[in-house]
């Protein structure tokens, strides 16, 4: 599976995005997708996946909990990351992946990353 992730760019504090995961290939809808992002001099840390056969479908690391919400179109093969009241450490490169979902940190497949700049 191919992953092209679009919607990142400059906004200011408070302010929201959504990024999008369009997918194309093997059928989308048997795969976990991740978002992860990677902020300059840092590692890559997990954001949020959406795995549709797991009891809560839907986990968000704790930094963007109750803020961002992933989603997915399984018609246009898409997933979304919608990131709301956005703050200057959401300032990264935001990757989309695909996988197994056997965990949220196992996937096979990554998207080029998208640009989120967040200033204050």
């Known amino acids: 599976v191919q992953l092209q992730a679009s919607g990142g760019g400059l906004v200011q504090a408070g302010g929201s995005l959504r990024l999008s995961c369009a997918a194309s290939?093997?059928?989308?809808?048997?795969?976990?997708i991740g978002w992860f992002r990677q902020a300059p001099g840092k590692e890559r840390e997990f954001v949020a996946a959406?795995?549709?056969?797991?009891?809560?479908?839907?986990y968000y690391s704790n930094s963007v909990k109750g803020r961002f919400a992933i989603s997915r179109d399984n018609a246009k093969n898409t997933v979304y990351l919608q990131m709301n009241s956005l703050k200057p450490e959401d300032t990264a490169v935001y990757y989309c992946?695909?996988?197994?979902?056997?965990?949220?940190?196992?996937?096979?497949?990554w998207g080029q990353g998208t640009l989120v700049t967040v200033s204050s």
């Open positions: 290939g093997r059928t989308f809808s048997s795969y976990a």
């Open positions: 959406f795995i549709p056969w797991s009891a809560t479908s839907t």
């Open positions: 992946a695909a996988g197994p979902g056997r965990d949220l940190y196992e996937y096979n497949y």
